[in-house]
């Protein structure tokens, strides 16, 4: 199983760090040309950018979106290992066994002439950079068609759906005064957990949706106080909110700001990605993976911001659609073999199907 191999090397590069990114990045674009796939690479803020296309010339077009970037992890994660049927390692589930059976998918349609299929892999998924980033870099190229898949993490069902994402700087002052008199002065610290707290109970944080039960709300860093024996008159606090769609990020932000003793700064904004369930391709796409998904196969809401967003933006209908597996950004992520070698299944028949479903306007799903 050509995917397994595949996920199991690009575990082993440490794509967390600037040397692991360029040299998995030139691990895929080797493997890509050994199977006669011409792959141009560039560059968006030092990382490396790979795309690449096969098939027809013109006519149907996919992307294939894909990220070889992770969160960091300890140094055994980057060793992969099997359990059964589980594959664990950073970035097994998210996203490294998904790219490998996209690469796996591009070369078993390099030869058809139907349908044309560009590949695109980028480097700052799991970068909060706010802008200049790789898939929208890609888009810009020209890389965009009638319809792209990203392979993030969706356990072989079809992401229709994704949160927004707000990440933001929230600056919180108080009073000073000595460690020892700690009521002579107004604690940061403290009122910066109070804020959290504040935002966690605001009306937003408790809305609903068909595919979301509520926002995501999370406290990633305090930085406060600078002696031992002092209250601590400035605190900073980065907090991660996933809205739902349909909510108004500026009515949230609007709100934070309210909070007493604050000043917001957006460090990283998105909007959530959403594409409609009848869109023919994401019928087509359930049809190809129905043998290995229940019913609900086009009902999924994913928690986390989509590149996806980049795509839609520019008018393409795209989906986030990966393989089975687990824990991702924990300490014991993992992937499924066996949904490795659906995935890529699924996803050759999906573009193989193209021309005889979407082209003739009629789908039938089983």
């Not at 692991?20 to 040309?33: C, D, T």
């Not at 359990?83 to 066994?97: I, N, T, W």
């Not at 990633?220 to 990020?249: E, F, H, S, T």
């Not at 990605?273 to 009902?299: E, F, K, M, N, Q």
Request: aromatic share 6%; with cysteine; hydrophobic share 40%.
């Amino acid at each position: 199983m050509q995917e397994r191999a595949l996920a199991e090397r690009l575990i082993t590069y440490d794509t967390s760090r600037l040397d692991g990114i360029r040299a998995a990045a030139g691990f895929v674009k080797g493997w890509l040309e050994s199977h006669e796939i011409e792959v141009r690479d560039g560059t968006v803020n030092d990382l490396p950018v790979l795309a690449g296309t096969v098939g027809a010339e013109s006519g149907p077009t996919v992307v294939l979106h894909g990220h070889i970037d992770v969160v960091p992890g300890h140094p055994e994660q980057f060793e992969p290992r099997t359990e059964g049927d589980r594959l664990f390692g950073r970035g097994a589930y998210d996203m490294k066994g998904g790219l490998a059976g996209m690469m796996c998918a591009v070369r078993d349609l390099a030869a058809q002439r139907d349908v044309r299929v560009h590949f695109v892999c980028i480097s700052d998924e799991e970068s909060d950079e706010p802008s200049a980033r790789g898939t929208d870099y890609v888009v810009a190229k020209g890389y965009v068609g009638d319809f792209a898949i990203t392979g993030e993490p969706t356990d072989l069902r079809i992401g229709v759906q994704s949160k927004g994402v707000l990440a933001l700087r929230i600056e919180v002052e108080g009073t000073s005064a000595h460690g020892s008199t700690p009521w002579l002065g107004d604690n940061a610290v403290l009122k910066a957990v109070d804020a959290f707290r504040s935002i966690q109970a605001m009306p937003f944080a408790r809305e609903a949706s068909d595919l979301f039960d509520r926002p995501s709300i999370s406290l990633g860093r305090i930085i406060g106080g600078d002696r031992i024996n002092k209250v601590p008159d400035l605190c900073a606090i980065d907090v991660d909110i996933r809205y739902l769609p349909g909510q108004d990020p500026d009515a949230i932000l609007d709100a934070i700001r309210a909070l007493p003793d604050v000043s917001v700064e957006t460090v990283f904004r998105r909007a959530p990605a959403t594409v409609s369930r009848d869109d023919p391709h994401v019928r087509a796409l359930a049809a190809a993976v129905a043998r290995w998904t229940p019913p609900d196969r086009i009902s999924v809401g994913r928690d986390g911001a989509s590149d996806a967003i980049s795509f839609i933006d520019a008018g393409v209908p795209a989906v986030e659609f990966g393989p089975v597996g687990g824990g991702h950004h924990g300490p014991e992520e993992w992937v499924s073999i066996d949904s490795l070698v659906h995935y890529r299944e699924a996803l050759v028949e999906f573009v193989r199907s193209l021309p005889q479903t979407v082209g003739k306007g009629h789908l039938r799903i089983a």
